[in-house]
């Protein structure tokens, strides 16, 4: 590849469109508008610092009960409008939204596509200048073509997803997706204003040396977690710990950044969020996609792969132990052997 000639987003995506003969061209078509959004959104928050007035909070509360920035709304119109005008989704489910969005103008209903998205993961942090993303998750629909989509449409278990990728904003803007033909990264090139391969296939290692978790909830996690979380702050140089905690609250940029060099990200269910806090259709199902791609492994941390679990409500939350398949396995091992109290 060092002496290729840099490829960009749509040149991949068309490449690699021959592997999706159903889709006659229209998952390419999708992600390039996916692609489109990304870039608007990342030079609006590339300007957060010196225009005031798209920072801070809205006097809103989303359904999740989390206070909404006003780039999540801004997020959130720019990717729906995006999806909208490809004419290939029907309809859209959003962290930001109470309920489904229904595209029912005539050429959205012919739409094979259903999209599940977080629009700005870790908004909160764009006021402090830290790395914040976009999660999106794509399924093809199962209710009639022509017809209006349903929840149905949305409630497929993972292993349904024909595409899933994150945006991370930060210190270079990188977009990341799979079609279930590995995890491939692209990085946005400001001076031409495209995303270019730059990781080729992404291949996240087997074991790592960090662990990504809010200690601050230690006191709410159950034993098997409290003790893993031990096992990993000891010293023991056969297994290279203890090993380094590293947690942004950035879902997107924590598990970015074990993804490349190897680590786990635990966010387990607590004793104030009994069913977990990350949201199954739109965090959990799109980021396992991604890190099985890359080799690594994602589960509910009680054996359950994520991408099994069926989905009852667009909005429902799951544990997700998620990572470089050894340290998930060994963070399992710590729950079977000891169940909650």
């Excluded at 589960?299 to 667009?314: A, C, S, V, W």
Aim: charged share 20%; glycine share 10%; with cysteine.
């Amino acid at each position: 590849m060092a002496n290729s000639r840099i490829l960009t987003l749509n040149e991949v995506i068309i490449q690699k469109q021959s592997a999706f003969p159903y889709a006659k061209g229209e998952l390419s078509r999708l992600l390039m508008h996916i692609g489109l959004a990304a870039k608007i959104v990342n030079n609006k928050i590339n300007k957060a610092g010196l225009e005031t007035s798209i920072i801070g909070e809205v006097d809103n509360v989303n359904v999740q009960g989390e206070v909404q920035q006003k780039l999540d709304v801004y997020a959130d119109e720019v990717f729906s409008k995006a999806l909208q005008a490809s004419g290939i989704v029907c309809g859209i489910a959003s962290e930001e939204c109470d309920e489904i969005i229904v595209f029912d103008d005539e050429m959205s209903k012919e739409g094979s596509y259903v999209i599940c998205m977080d629009p700005l993961d870790g908004s909160s942090n764009i006021d402090v200048n830290v790395s914040v993303g976009t999660i999106f998750s794509i399924y093809r629909r199962i209710s009639p073509v022509g017809d209006k989509v349903t929840n149905e449409d949305f409630l497929q278990p993972g292993i349904k997803q024909v595409a899933a990728g994150y945006i991370i904003y930060g210190s270079s803007t990188m977009l990341v997706y799979t079609t279930g033909l590995g995890t491939t990264g692209f990085t946005y090139d400001p001076s031409i204003g495209e995303f270019c391969m730059s990781h080729y296939y992404m291949v996240t290692p087997k074991n790592g040396q960090i662990y990504s978790i809010n200690e601050g909830n230690y006191v709410k996690f159950a034993s098997g977690v409290k003790k893993y979380l031990k096992w990993c702050q000891e010293s023991d140089k056969d297994t290279g710990r203890p090993l380094t905690s590293r947690y942004i609250g950035s879902l997107v940029a924590d598990f970015h950044r074990n993804l490349l060099k190897g680590g786990i990200y635990l966010y387990p269910k607590t004793a104030s969020a009994p069913n977990g806090k990350l949201r199954l259709l739109y965090e959990c199902n799109p980021i396992a996609f991604l890190a099985e791609q890359a080799g690594g492994m994602a589960t509910d941390g009680y054996g359950n792969r994520i991408l099994e679990i069926q989905p009852t409500n667009i909005h429902q939350r799951v544990p997700l132990f998620v990572g470089s398949k050894d340290m998930v396995e060994k963070a399992e091992e710590f729950m079977r052997e000891n169940p909650d109290d």
